[in-house]
């Protein structure tokens, strides 16, 4: 009677294990990726009582285009803001956006002996002309084990600059064959933190957008895998990751890419994978809002919840800030 016993358990990892394995990477997408997501970017508050606060809206990396007031609600000190006691006022800020997209492209030793290069490569420059045609600015750099990234064009909207800049990286610009991914990411955010300036008050706000190339995980070990995760989830900057992998790396890759990771399981597939990312970045700039309000508290500080609920799901980010210098003549922009 064993031979039969041993067959029905055979035919169950058949079949109950690849559910069980969509089902994890199911809750892990979505738990990553939720709906909706709302982030802020920049919030003040100003005398006489203006208080703002620049955020964005996704769901399930989708940018959330259509939020009105009606999806709003605000608690100021823990209490429902009433209609009727201050005025507040919700604007899409894709008008005025400048978009910064700084490209991160692996060329360690598993890229560059494989030919893989030179596929990422003409991907990169068709990636770059679609966010040029959309007025975004597009900067390209490189990374393998050494402790920097390394610049190969600064941030542009010129498409020959691009074009020669990355068909010139090559295998002589590798400094160290292991991948140090963790430290990539680090700096390319630190690179982000120094072009762009979310203003929730300015005419012009800048967002910025780190895109990373890679066929693997770090391998350098120069950052812990737990710095990046926090790195990457602090950040004001969307990050996005294009994972020349299999399904094994999915989720240890899904976990450094908040806005969006993107699969490719193999070089044909790579520029699919690129485009497909290319019209999310040209759709984000219509998740942008900014809310502006005008508080009746007086006390010495507070905090504001902004709730957005989108698809009868709710999210919501919170903003402290001292009211003690508040008064009248509050107006809205």
């Known amino acids: 009677m ?15 294990r690849p559910i069980v394995q969509l089902l994890f990477l199911t809750i892990l997408v979505s738990g990553c990726n939720p709906c909706p997501k709302v982030k802020t970017l920049d919030a003040t508050a100003s005398s006489p009582a203006l208080v703002q606060i ?3 809206a996704q769901c399930y990396d989708e940018p959330v ?19 009727s ?20 492209i692996d060329i360690s030793k598993s890229i560059i002996e494989s030919g893989t290069l030179e596929v990422a490569q003409s991907v990169a ?4 002309e679609t966010l040029l045609a959309q007025n975004q600015s597009v900067a390209v750099a490189v990374f393998d084990g050494h402790t920097e990234i390394r610049t190969i064009v600064g ?37 982000l933190d120094t072009q762009v300036a979310a203003d929730v008050e300015g005419e012009l706000i800048s967002v910025g957008n780190l895109v990373v190339f890679t066929d693997g995980l770090d391998s350098a070990g120069r950052v812990s895998d737990a710095s990046a995760r926090s790195a990457v989830s602090s950040t004001a900057h969307q990050v996005f990751v294009v994972g020349l992998v299999g399904q094994e790396d999915v989720s240890e890759l899904s976990a450094l890419a908040p806005d969006g990771f993107f699969q490719a399981d193999d070089e044909g597939a790579l520029l699919a994978a690129f485009e497909e990312l290319a019209d999310q970045l040209v759709a984000e700039v219509n998740k942008f809002y900014r809310l502006s309000y005008c508080s009746p508290l007086r006390n010495p500080r507070t905090t504001l919840r902004l709730e957005v609920t989108w698809e009868e ?3 919501s980010v919170r903003f402290s800030y001292p009211t003690k210098d508040f008064g009248a003549g509050c107006e809205l922009p």
């Open 313 to 315: 799901k709710t999210s």
């Open 65 to 83: 285009t259509g939020l009105s007031s009606s999806d709003i609600t605000l608690f100021e000190g823990g209490e429902e803001v009433s209609g």
């Open 155 to 191: 941030f542009s909207n010129d498409l020959d600059e691009l074009t020669e800049g990355i068909e010139g990286i090559s295998e002589q610009d590798q400094l160290d064959e292991a991948t140090n991914l963790n430290g990539a990411l680090r700096l390319g955010l630190e690179a």
């Open 125 to 128: 420059v068709t990636f770059s």
């Open 2 to 16: 064993q031979p039969p016993v041993r067959e029905r358990d055979s035919l169950a990892n058949v079949f109950v």
């Open 54 to 56: 620049l955020f964005s």
């Open 85 to 104: 006691e201050s005025d507040w006022s919700l604007d899409r800020q894709s008008a005025g956006l400048e978009t910064y997209t700084l490209l991160l």
